[in-house]
């Protein structure tokens, strides 16, 4: 590449070039794709359509002073924002104006993301909380002497804070996750060892729902990985497969070994945690792994759940290099799969 | 301006471009603050010394292929990181590699601090939910039928339950208040009217800790504001000068009009609430208004505090386009300063 364009290549932001004659003379890839792969050669106002910056630039090409302005973008449902800088330059190959679109969409993100963090955990953790200050009132007051409602109310308020305790673990646990997520996990981990141990702990709670749980295990098949956290991960696939399954469900718990995974570029295992339940919306789907996100927080609630455990789900596979797919066919049920690079003798 | 020098300037992030003898032949300002005023003609070498970079710049001048590494800047303590975007370009002026550095520093910083935030509530969490699980679990067995201990028990867990719920009320207002930050409130509200209904509300708190506090209302002061936001301000301000400034401690609470502030290039006015307390050690001041920042963590818990408050305020002020001043003699006390724009006849 050759003149202003290898220039505008080399700027690691959308760029573009406006001549003498007001016409689009360069580009770079990233303004193409911000703008639309025909823009190079069109009048600049049919380009760029949003009247601030057709304004900033009209001005510049006119007194040569730098000018900065904002620019909304919006592609398939996705909102982008932009810092303009728009400048007047002059070299022997051409002169006219840059314009340089510097993408604050990620830093705008972040802002509104921990804004709704803080209201979520803060609307998490007002609930029990009324609920506790509640129950220490009456004890204190109509019920200071009425030994059964005394140990009815003392019961629940231990359900408040044991749901305000996994609350805060919960978080802590993401938090944690989300700093590690580039440090890449490098033990070998069994991984059928790892799932049956998930599902020896869990057995009291699938019994007390009549839930029924297959699992072949699959000798000799190692992850590079944290075993706590792989262990997290199943632990919360198979404790939704059983809340979310209803009474008489059917798990089924497989692990395939996938020769050289398309995404992962590398030998992989799959496990699948199917269940017969009642199934998700596909509207539902993208979104479950979203902290806070509940198809019925009311329902989610009422069996103690924070709405954390696919986020954390999604963090850990992330951190392991893998991938988390979701799939179900409403009435008949869902299927979680997690597949994971395999560890390889050369990793030894 | 005019060649690539313009073209440099016109882009928004550090760049420079160096030449076929391997010197640096264009520059932007952006560039010679990062890297120092006098890069200009030196050889890449002297002036950019991360092996990274110069591998990257060495090799990009060889095979004319871009390229991408990181740059790490200290400036007087403060650590910035870049990601450094090298490619080749060949204009009719010159050739050579451009090097462009894409500051990172803030995302990776939002980044950081979400973590610490969320590690910080969990512990601030943690302490008074693992008291109140204690005592339910004392009251359910030991103390069952122990009148006094369950009176005892039922105080101090209200005292914790009162905490966490000030907590998360401290979370939400500075989490709506960081969200309207760009937001500036236009109601005239009334400065001495504020203050006195503060000061009113606070009374009890005050004659509790045996403090005086002299205030000399100024009549006919507006600012353009936010009622609610402005008692806040100055009921935290108020009441770490009772909590910390110790028994039998005076606090003055002055108003003065500014006929034009220097910083806030306006009318504007200042409110300042001096202590004669301990003061504060000179090194803890930069820090005040950090979340969760506390001279002395175990003394402001046993005061109920959670040291959101001066954070609040700080966002407050700014959300008002106002600025905070604090000064300390140790031994002498502290001094709070507010100064605000005043309302003029042209607002109205
Ligand atoms: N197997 C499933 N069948 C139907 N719905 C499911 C299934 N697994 C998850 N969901 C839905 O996805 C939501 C999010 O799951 P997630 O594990 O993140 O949170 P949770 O289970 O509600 O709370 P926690 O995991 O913190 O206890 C659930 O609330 C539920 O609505
Ligand atoms: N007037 C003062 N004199 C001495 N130290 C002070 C004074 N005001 C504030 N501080 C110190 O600054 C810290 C931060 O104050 P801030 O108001 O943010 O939190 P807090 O008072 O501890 O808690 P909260 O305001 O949430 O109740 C305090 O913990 C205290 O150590
Ligand atoms: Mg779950
Ligand atoms: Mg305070």
Tied chains: 1, 2.
Aim: net charge neutral; hydrophobic share 40%.
């Amino acid at each position: 590449m050759q003149g202003l364009a290898s220039v505008l290549a080399g700027i690691p932001l959308a760029a573009l070039l406006i001549g003498p004659d007001q016409r689009i003379a360069a580009t770079n890839p990233a303004a193409l794709d911000l703008l639309g792969q025909g823009i190079g050669g069109r009048h600049f106002l049919t380009a760029l359509r949003q009247p601030d910056v057709l304004t900033a630039i009209e001005s510049t090409l006119r007194d040569h002073a730098p000018r900065r302005t904002g620019y909304q973008a919006s592609d398939s449902g996705r909102d982008s924002s932009f810092v303009v800088h728009v400048a007047y330059i002059d070299t022997p190959e051409s002169h006219g104006v840059l314009v340089c679109f510097e993408d604050m969409t990620e830093r705008e993100q972040a802002a509104q993301m921990r804004r709704d963090f803080v209201a979520n955990v803060s609307h998490e953790l007002r609930t029990p909380l009324t609920a506790l200050m509640g129950f220490i009132e009456t004890l204190q007051g109509p019920a200071r002497r009425d030994d059964k409602a005394i140990d009815r109310f003392l019961g629940i308020m231990q359900t408040e804070a044991a749901r305000m305790e996994r609350l805060v673990r919960d978080l802590l646990s993401l938090s944690r996750v989300e700093s590690e997520e580039r440090v890449r996990p490098r033990e070998p981990v069994d991984l059928s060892g790892t799932i049956g141990s998930v599902l020896y702990m869990l057995r009291p709670m699938a019994r007390e729902r009549g839930c029924e749980i297959a699992f072949d295990p699959v000798e000799g098949i190692e992850v590079p990985g944290n075993a706590d956290q792989l262990q997290q991960v199943f632990t919360n696939l198979v404790e939704n497969a059983i809340k979310y399954g209803g009474a008489g469900n059917h798990i089924t718990i497989t692990i395939e070994t996938l020769d050289k995974d398309v995404t992962l570029r590398a030998p992989g295992v799959a496990v699948r945690v199917r269940d017969r339940g009642p199934g998700i919306d596909p509207l539902h789907i993208p979104r479950l792994t979203e902290r806070f996100y509940r198809v019925d927080t009311h329902r989610s609630r009422e069996m103690g759940g924070t709405g954390l455990g696919l986020a954390i789900v999604k963090h850990i596979v992330n951190r392991h290099r893998g991938r988390l797919r979701i799939s179900s066919t409403p009435g008949e049920g869902s299927e979680f799969m997690v597949i994971l690079p395999r560890w390889t003798a050369s990793q030894g």
